[in-house]
């Protein structure tokens, strides 16, 4: 079963740091952009970071500057490093990957994980 499983998020203090990760399973033979999204409550789900199979990545202007999305290809796996961490931040985090697998080219979200920033 093609699958992506998030885990690191938690409940942390205003200012502080959490490290997102968010590992690939099943036959896949290659992921192209990898991203993490999130939504909280009563609103839409939002972009939060891209990156491309080659690395280059892409930031809503909410986190630039605080949040850093990186990548390791041979274990399937991307991070989002979250640092300066505000109350608004507070959502459920997704990650998702546009994946090359045994069923054909599929677009892959996890099953969320909670971050939850106190002010």
């Known amino acids: 079963q093609v699958q992506l499983v998030e885990s690191g998020g938690g409940l942390v203090q205003a200012g502080g740091s959490l490290r997102l990760s968010c590992a690939a399973s099943?036959?896949?033979?290659?992921?192209?952009?990898m991203g993490w999204y999130r939504q909280a409550p009563g609103k839409q789900r939002e972009l939060v970071a891209t990156?491309?199979?080659?690395?280059?990545?892409n930031y809503a202007d909410s986190v630039k500057g605080r949040f850093a999305i990186s990548r390791d290809n041979a274990k399937k796996t991307v991070y989002l490093q979250m640092n300066s961490l505000k109350p608004e931040d507070t959502s459920v985090y997704y990650c998702?990957?546009?994946?090359?697998?045994?069923?054909?080219?599929?677009?892959?979200w996890g099953q969320g994980t909670q971050v939850t920033v106190s002010s």
């Open positions: 998702n990957a546009d994946a090359d697998t045994n069923r054909g080219r599929l677009n892959l």
């Open positions: 099943g036959t896949i033979f290659s992921i192209n952009d």
């Open positions: 990156i491309t199979g080659g690395g280059r990545t």
